[in-house]
């Protein structure tokens, strides 16, 4: 389909500089042109964007969607009781069609805030699939695995289950599915299950996404059972491929930094977790300064409490410049950079998060008429330390429309609301109140 | 005026339990009944809030209003070229009317967030009381002085400038209108300015908003020049009375905080500011381990990009469940109460901030439908970790309906947001294209 998105303000996301009144021409899912359409471009359809700026999709690279079903269901509690107490016991009530529910209601927050892709680990992950095929979103999917040997099934899952899963979906959607082989981590999975989960990646043509060095602890115990870090133990195992997604990396040496730069691995950054459930804030100035690529994520809203990337972008900032004693760290290029076209790199679909012509058309509109933006010195600081989910009017994705004038278009809200709400009152063992919608 | 809310739930801010379906009653700018309405109430007006939350409206301890003018003017800059390349130089071209114009748009972009009353500290005084007194909104209000000497003259003002806007604006609105003695900082005002401002302050029975102990420099020229800390050397000054408002209170020592313990002095907290200019964290915990009261505060919006008071209160949990390691730390309803009651006790509303019968009817109604609230297992942190300033929909202050179904009843938004932003673009000597509204 041929759309022009008329009359926005463009923003220069290394120069932060300001085209204003410009027009973006899309085709076949790509941008044909930004400025003026090209001669003799008949658009099928318009979509006036003036008052609004552009920028590319936002990319949220680690998640666990589902987890939308137990967000609030733990607050204020040390680690070990908010994991233990609360989560894995709501977990255990999980049924399969619960997946489905609680990634619709995570893709309805994520399109409201801007984000067009997201990478997701949990299970039952052909319903989190559906989601993303219908929701018209991108994503990179891996089916969780851990266990205790290689044959162990948890969470409905073998390892023929998560294989045929990563095989089954693979580029589907159009290509707006890409998929990953997801075992939980190196202290979840036994060196066997993680040497077998490489070969399959590297057969299938996949990436591994997989939680990394998340605490002196697993370094600690790394150190004692395979007589190396974390990174170093996947490394000898040959996970440290290019593309492969490791989140959270946070204790980490020097040394690990190195491998992680060379091997073209991908950092999932997601402080709010960090925070919340008082883990160590990552270094991310370390990680970036060594080479590592690395993208930003909310993690699962059980520990986040939600999916905006643009309060992660906020935080990641305001943390770096509060930890390194310097106001000008972490620049707002930077910022941008990692949460658009680093985190699409991160999920495998390099070269799009830009708008430029013969990118994917995945867009972001947003007004900027609102106080909080006002004045306009610059809209780059307005988009970071400003900015609300409810600014983003339409989203579009490989040139689909997804979210128009605040309406979700590929989802029907009020339903996936009041089911998922209904399904988590059953996972916890509580009455609650149906969802009441506010009738203003 | 009689005025009936109808149909809200309401959140008890200590045991975090969530009452269904309840009226509350207000007359003559009071909570008459929570509940159900008292037998013969007959309201002249219902404002029906089906699907809303109730909680008392935030306030906002610390703030410089007119300042939105230069916010998004120096982005990321180390501090000192923050201040002397930008702000300043913006601030040098700053006229009285411009004042106005500065603290109209942030108390529209205030109201929008639940912020009900806000503690400034800035120049032409007199501009912001007429804000407040048009708008509907609290504030404690102090013109700032800072100079070298007793009679010296900045920013329009003399100490006798200073004291008269103190005295003529004294419970001014209704009573909505507090006012201060706001000497700069003691770096910035010499022994017998801060002398002369104690004295004062003591005459017309009016608080005093200070800049205290902001980093290690000061103290260390503070112990070169006085002998002792900021903290002991304002209060050898006279200036340490109960119910002084001392901003941030970030190098601080026992012996300081018992000493702002026992005077029962109020500590307002801007952790965004903190970051964001990369200052030290002030040591929150120790603060009210040892007695002090603390509100949260924006600071002003050239240094914090925002006057959003959730944030404020989200960044305040996340980083003392960070710093201090412990995810058990700064829970939801100590994060409630430094940003309503204690926030209100700060500007000298005692007693406000809070849902009960006979308190002022300062009242936040948020919907809470919304896909980032859903499931709600758990309404406090949705307020405190998931909300957005758009999911509010209602505010009332002192019992006067201010904003309505979204709509800013007392203020001018369309206007205010041109006129502040012709206003910056001329301040910083740029063109800037005006305000472009859109119109979905």
Chains 1, 2 share one sequence.
Not at 87 to 95: C, G, M, P, T, Y
Not at 371 to 385: D, E, F, K, Q, S
Not at 396 to 420: K, M, P, Y
């Amino acid at each position: 389909m041929k759309l022009l998105i008329d009359h926005v303000d463009l923003l220069d996301l290394e120069t932060l500089e300001v085209e204003a009144d410009v027009a973006i021409a899309v085709e076949e899912g790509r941008i044909a042109a930004l400025g003026r359409a090209p001669d003799g471009f008949e658009p099928e359809r318009r979509l006036d964007a003036a008052g609004c700026l552009a920028l590319p999709g936002f990319y949220n690279a680690h998640c666990h969607s589902p987890m939308t079903l137990v967000r609030g269901w733990a607050e204020d509690l040390p680690f070990d009781r908010w994991l233990n107490e609360r989560i894995w016991v709501a977990e255990s009530a999980l049924e399969e069609e619960d997946v489905y529910w609680g990634a619709a209601l995570a893709a309805c927050e994520m399109l409201r805030a801007g984000v067009v892709g997201f990478a997701d680990h949990y299970f039952w992950m052909d319903q989190v699939a559906r989601v993303v095929e219908e929701s018209g979103m991108k994503a990179l999917l891996g089916w969780c695995l851990f266990g205790t040997g290689p044959e162990h099934e948890v969470g409905g899952a073998s390892f023929d289950t998560v294989r045929s899963f990563a095989e089954r979906w693979r580029l589907a959607a159009g290509g707006r599915i890409r998929t990953a082989l997801a075992p939980h981590s190196p202290y979840m999975c036994p060196p066997e299950l993680l040497r077998r989960m490489a070969r399959a990646a590297g057969q299938l043509g996949v990436p591994v996404h997989i939680h990394l060095a998340e605490s002196d602890e697993q370094v600690q115990r790394s150190r004692e059972q395979h007589g190396v870090s974390p990174v170093a133990h996947i490394a000898a195992l040959g996970l440290l491929e290019p593309g492969l997604l490791a989140a959270h990396c946070i204790a980490v040496d020097e040394r690990d930094l190195e491998l992680l730069a060379r091997e073209g691995v991908f950092v999932a950054h997601t402080p709010k977790t960090y925070m919340k459930l008082a883990m160590r804030m990552a270094p991310l100035a370390r990680q970036l300064d060594a080479g590592v690529r690395v993208a930003l994520g909310s993690d699962g809203p059980a520990s986040s409490g939600d999916l905006n990337l643009l309060e992660v972008m906020r935080l990641t900032g305001l943390l770096q410049k509060l930890e390194r004693g310097d106001a000008s760290a972490a620049p707002l290029s930077t910022l941008l950079r990692l949460a658009t076209v680093e985190g699409a790199a991160a999920l495998g679909f390099e070269g799009a998060g830009r708008l430029a012509a013969g990118a994917p058309a995945d867009i972001v509109l947003m007004r900027t008429d609102r106080p909080h933006w006002i004045p306009r010195h610059n809209l780059a600081a307005g988009v970071v330390y400003a900015s609300h989910p409810s600014d983003i009017v339409h989203v579009i994705v490989d040139g689909q429309v997804v979210l128009e004038g605040g309406r979700l278009l590929t989802l029907d809200e009020e339903r996936i609301r009041a089911e998922a709400e209904r399904r988590a009152s059953r996972m916890v063992g509580a009455k609650m109140s149906q969802v009441r919608t506010y009738r203003g």
